[in-house]
């Protein structure tokens, strides 16, 4: 037990410093003089070098390398290039709108996704298991932001039900109830759509995964020993099912970054993704490093979550020796 | 065989590339040109919009009238050409209200629009908005004629913008969608293709070698798989996009390098099963050499899973394709599905109602996706019967 839960979190190490290495190499080989977008291409020669001082970008790699690995491990990742405050505050006031965003949807759509998929298994053949298959085709298909577009256009552009963009009104309402109603108003229309596009997904997943299982031989001698429907549904079925679907729902964190990245663009949120993006695009090698090692340490710190997790939840992957395989 | 041709996405795909070698020719014109005002509506959605019009004047024919049953069009512009200048001479429009504007002096080449601040200035309309409101204020009939002294060889053309333009209509700068739609197939098919052919090469080489040589060969590549799968996809996109250009092929590259991990666990988990296989063993008994067991026995045995897992890669290059362009990190001169989606979202689709903007590019992507999505089940099926009836779509 305690030779698989170190061997685990070796790896996860390991593939941590990787990141760093990568991380640092990738940003100092952006093409574009960094220096150039902060400052105006007539100032002097002295002015420019007193700037690479103040940004450390003079010194060599190899200090750079080091600085950077330790004011990455204790979170001070600098100060942004753009907007010329520290990246941790930027950061702050941002992953609010971003946790909510991804929690939300993806807790919605995993649950809507799971309700669906288990009634589909249950009913092979019927109307609703065809909806399911084909949501689940439609979703691995349509772009989500082209859905999300389409979404802005029908229900903020055509109808104005729902704010064309923003995460608050301009200027916000006055008084807790009335902004936290405004919050969520403007916050309806991106939660919803990540939803949808996510559930199809969940239930052809979680549809196939309990079609195999009610093959199985248990679930035979199940009904075979007369239990109601339902216990052998829930009870051995869905028991049976929920390491995986839990190992599942971890995994898919990390991966709805790219999910975050678009929606806050579409609907232009006030989010860490679009942070990214602005941080990318113009070279603000700090911003852009903090945001790739905070989404590399959250999808290292899931996949050792949901291997330790599968540990304690199905004894057969710590007997076996030499991990996953 | 005949099953293959029983299928939709068979002859949907078909089509598709048709479309692309040879949909060009439907247009004429590269599709960068600018054919109407922007923000057309497609010719059949509106059937109350004013089509496009022209007037032209000259020494042959001096004034024209025009009967207007519409509303304003949706711009207004005076080209002049030939002649010499002469500026007391110019164009004069009378509107059925009776109010009358000079709307250009004779000036050699020159051209003005209703949007330019000085025509509407120096009509004494104010600087907001076009000036083709003010100049076609109600229903009946207009007059444009050619005034003043002197004499003047040359032409002038009064061109009305309609409202409406061709089978999809236009986007903000005037160009027509449906040739831009037919434009933007061969930069999805292209990527599509190209980058999980690169991706299945690179997968199934580092698979092989890892699955049949195992040791530390194994250990290596299966830690690297290991490491990309651990990094979230489009950021890590984003990054290189910016990094290494927004060429097509350069895309292609970056797109391959990330996407090789599935084959290669595909490709490993089987060749790990053939390795111990009796046949395998004899080969080895009898002193065949490594390069040529992979070569001749492995690598045609993994053939057909590999078509299958390339097939259905597809879809995701070219998902991950319309992402990048999409959030504006593609080469702006090359018209692409993802493109048109980031021009329409940023160059205020939504303030025009521009739905026709939206759906063309974002449909054909789920086309082309659903259709390899199709193909690769087939595919599937063909190597494992079991598959057949209806598990997945």
Redesign the interface.
Known sequence: MKGYWARRTG?AL??LG??LV?NFM??R???GDPVASIIDPNFSPEAKARLSQVYGLDKPLPVQFWRYVKSTLSFDFGISFLTGRPVMEELRSRLPNTVTLLGTSLLLSALLGTWLGMKAALRRGSFLEKCI??S???S????S???Q??L??AF???LPVFP?RGTLSVPPPAGGMALLADYLWHMALPVFSLALLGFGGWA?YVR?LM?KILGEDFILLARARGLPQRNIVMGHAFRTLLPTLLTIFLLSL??I??GA??TE??FSLHGVGRF??EA??G?DYPA?GA??FL??LL??SC?LLSDLLYGVTDPRVRMERGGRR | MKALLNRWSFWCLLAIILLALFGAGLFDGPPEREVASAFSKPLWLDRTLPPGMELRLGQSAPAAELDWNHGAPAGFSVKISGGESNPDRYVRWTTPDGKSFNLSPLRRGAEVDGRDISFKRSLGLPPFGDAAAALFPAKGAYRAEITGEGDWEGEVVIRMEGGRWGLLGTDQRGRDIAALFVAGIRVSLLVGIFATLIATFLGATLGLAAGYLGGWVDAVIM?GV??LL???????L???A??W?KGLWQLILILSVFSWMGSARTIRALTLSLRDAQYIEDLRGIGAPSGYILRRHLLPETLPVLLASMTLGV?GAI?SE??LS????SDPRVISW?RM?HE??SFG???A?A?WM??P??LG??LL??VF?DLGKYLEERIDPRLRG????
């Open positions: 790896s390991l593939i990787l990141v990568l990738l940003f080989m952006m093409p298959l084909w689940g085709a439609v691995f298909s349509f772009p932001f082209f859905v577009l389409t802005l256009m903020a552009a055509a064309l052809l196939n079609v990390p991966g970054v790219s990245v678009i663009t579409v990214l993006l990318v695009t070279h852009a945001s790739f989404l590399a999808t290292v996949n | 830690r290991d490491l651990s990094i979230p996809l489009l950021p890590i984003m990054a290189l910016a990094l250009g879809p998902l319309a992402w999409f959030l504006g990190l993802g989606l329409a979202q689709a939504f303030t109602g739905w939206l759906l590019p974002g992507i789920a996706c659903l999505l209806g598990t997945a779509p």
